[in-house]
């Protein structure tokens, strides 16, 4: 069973940067995609940014450039890098994984992911 805890996040303030970590323990042998979601209050979960085995990244338009997935060379940890921080950022991050077989790794399909975190809260203030 594959398991992630999330960690990181907290209050920030606009246009600084934080960096979100997640821990990702029960990996069998295969392809695996992970990735990073959001929900503000009120709305929808959505997804930010994801990775696949071949280290092919895809993001939400609203944090290109601003945000940056990567994991460590264990691929036991998943990183989201997120710089200049917008209010509109303030949400409860989830990190998510799908495997061992990954039919599509993009960022609008993170919710079809199998396996999520419970979450870190972003808060950014203006």
């Known amino acids: 069973?594959?398991?992630?805890?999330?960690?990181?996040?907290?209050?920030?303030q606009a246009g600084r940067s934080?960096?979100?970590?997640?821990?990702?323990?029960?990996r069998t042998q295969g392809t695996y995609c992970v990735g990073w979601s959001r929900q503000a209050p009120g709305k929808e979960r959505e997804g930010v940014a994801t990775l696949d085995d071949n280290g092919r990244t895809t993001y939400r338009d609203?944090?290109?450039g601003r945000f940056t997935i990567s994991e460590d060379n264990t691929k036991n940890v998943l990183y989201l890098q997120m710089n200049s921080l917008k209010p509109?950022?303030?949400a409860m991050?989830?990190?998510?994984?799908e495997g061992p077989t990954c039919y599509y790794s993009d960022y609008d399909g993170i919710e079809?992911?199998?396996?999520?975190?419970?979450?870190?809260q972003v808060t950014v203030s203006s």
């Open 1 to 12: 069973q594959v398991q992630l805890v999330e960690s990181g996040g907290g209050s920030v």
């Open 18 to 26: 934080t960096r979100l970590s997640c821990v990702i323990s029960g």
């Open 62 to 64: 609203s944090v290109k």
């Open 88 to 90: 509109e950022d303030t």
């Open 93 to 97: 991050y989830y990190c998510a994984a």
């Open 112 to 120: 079809l992911f199998r396996y999520k975190g419970q979450g870190t």
